[in-house]
């Protein structure tokens, strides 16, 4: 499978919103965004099930990122409101097969397809 395709990273003020896209073989796979910021190690920022039935965020994400799929589409969305500077990273969308849950979605081992990541900055 070819590995994952972001696009929609930028430059934004704070309080902005950006949506970031994954272009992907998708069906049968859990897919997830990760982020880094320099110095410091990748992060799990949210994730949703091959099925839509589960989506999972981190908590500094929660209630201002939505993660979605569109498997007929093969793509992944992250829609980022309310932007902090904080939020500033390289983002990366990533698929694996594993048993998703509440412990094991943000974990960087359960995800072998990676994408080669799509900046966001957020300016204060």
């Known amino acids: 499978q070819a590995q994952p395709v972001e696009s929609g990273g930028g430059s934004v003020q704070a309080g902005g919103s950006l949506t970031l896209s994954c272009a992907a073989s998708?069906?049968?796979?859990?897919m997830a965004w990760f982020r880094q910021q320099p110095g410091q190690e990748r992060e799990a920022v949210a994730s949703?099930?091959?099925?839509?039935?589960?989506?999972y965020y981190a908590d500094s994400v929660k209630g201002r990122f939505t993660i979605s799929r569109d498997n007929a589409k093969n793509t992944v969305t992250l829609q980022m409101n309310s932007l902090k500077s904080e939020d500033t990273a390289m983002y990366y969308c990533a698929a694996g097969r594993f048993t998703i849950d509440s412990g094991s979605w943000s974990s960087q081992s359960g995800y072998y397809r990676w994408g080669q990541g799509t900046q966001v900055t957020v300016s204060s």
């Open positions: 949703i099930s091959n099925g839509a039935n589960l989506v």
């Open positions: 998708i069906n049968g796979y859990h």
